[in-house]
Nanobody, 114 residues
Framework: VQLQASGGGLVPPGGSLRLSCAASGFLGSDNVMGWYRQAPGKRRESVADMTSGGRTSYADSVKTRFTISRDNAKKMVYLQMDSLKSEDTAVYFC?????????WGKGTQVTVSS
């Protein structure tokens, strides 16, 4: 499985960004796609994930501002990020987990700054 994330960039506080991630290769039909992030000097943390059945979960810090979605047919997962804050600045990683294990993509940088 290969994952390719895109959509990061520089945005002012209060702005929005939409991240996209494309998966290639075989995915187990029962899988979880999601987003993690890692800020400088901090541990990687889960931001949001979504099962192939549509169940979602969010970190408390983002649940009123971020929305995860996916297109199973296209093997895509998205993260709509609104009302961005400086503390959202991090490298964002796409991840997918199925019965074989977890796979990671290369990160995309999100910087929230005026």
């Amino acid at each position: 499985v290969q994952l390719q994330a895109s959509g990061g960039g520089l945005v002012p506080p209060g702005g929005s960004l939409r991240l996209s991630c494309a998966a290639s290769g075989f995915l187990g039909s029962d899988n979880v796609m999601g987003w993690y992030r890692q800020a400088p000097g901090k541990r990687r943390e889960s931001v949001a994930d979504m099962t192939s059945g549509g169940r979602t979960s969010y970190a408390d810090s983002v649940k009123t501002r971020f929305t995860i979605s996916r297109d199973n047919a296209k093997k895509m997962v998205y993260l709509q990020m609104d009302s961005l804050k400086s503390e959202d600045t991090a490298v964002y990683f796409c991840s997918v987990r199925d019965w074989r294990g977890r796979y990671w993509g290369k990160g995309t940088q999100v910087t929230v700054s005026s």
